[in-house]
C-alpha cells in the first residue's frame, strides 16, 4: 500500500466563511488599528492596555462563530487519512480555534499563535484561557506571579511557532493544499513553493488567485465553504486510487 502525507496549509479565507473579521482593512489598518501599535513587540511594550483591549475583543469574537463546512470537511479527511495508515498535518495561520472545534484529532500547527492561549513574559509559561474573555484587567501568571500575561500571538517582528515540524512536513508531504491564503504572508507565503520543490501534487483554493499560484497547482476558485468539500473529496479519491 502506498502511503501519502497530505500537508495542508490554510489562511483568512477558511475563517471567513464563518464570520471571523479579518484584521488587516484595505487601508492597511487592522480594524482602525496601525499594526505597529496593536501587533508588535513594540506596541506592546509602549501601551499594554490598548494591546490588551484588541485582543481581548478578538477573543470574544470566538464565542460568536462557529466552524463551517470547510473546517468540518477538513477534519473528516485527516481523521479518515490517518485511520487509514496515511499522514495528515494541518498548519494554519488563523488564530481562532475553529480547526480545533471541528473535530481534529490530531494537534493543529498554529503557526501564528492561538487567540485562546496567553503565556508569561517572563517564565514562558503558556495556559489555556477561555474564562477572561471579557476582563479589561491583565491576567496575573499562576506561576512566577508576573502581573499579567500576554496574548500567544506571533507578532511582527517574532518567529513563528512550528517551523521545525512544519519544515519536516514540507520535505515529506505528497499533496500539498493551500486553503484561503492570500500568499503574500511570509514564511507561509514560500510554502507552496516548496511543495513543488519536493514534488509533491499542489492544490489551491482561493476566492481570487493568490500570488504564489502557479501553472500547475490545480486550482479552486471560490469560498472555502462552498468549495473545499468538493476538493478534497477530488483529492481522497485520487489518493485511494493510487494507494
Known sequence: ???????????????????????RDADGLWEGHRVEDVATPDGWARDP??????YQERRAQ????QPNAAHVALAAFG????????????????????HDRAGHEDDVLHMHGELTKLRCERCETVIDDRVHFDSGRFVPCAVCEHPRLRPHIVWFGEMPFHMAAIERALSSCTHFVAIGTSGKVWP???MLSQARAA??????????APDNLEALDRYHEGRAALVVPTLLGDLQRELTASS
Open 49 to 54: 492596555r490598548r494591546v490588551w483591549r484588541f
Open 62 to 65: 470566538l464565542r460568536t462563530v
Open 199 to 208: 514534488g509533491a501534487v499542489t492544490w489551491v483554493q482561493s476566492l481570487e
Open 1 to 23: 500500500m502506498t502511503r501519502h502525507h497530505v500537508l495542508v496549509l490554510t489562511g483568512a479565507g477558511i475563517s471567513a466563511d464563518s464570520g471571523v473579521r479579518t484584521f
Open 188 to 190: 507561509a507565503a514560500g
Open 79 to 98: 481523521n479518515t487519512l490517518t485511520a487509514f495508515g496515511h499522514t495528515f498535518t494541518l498548519v494554519t495561520q488563523n488564530v481562532d480555534d475553529l
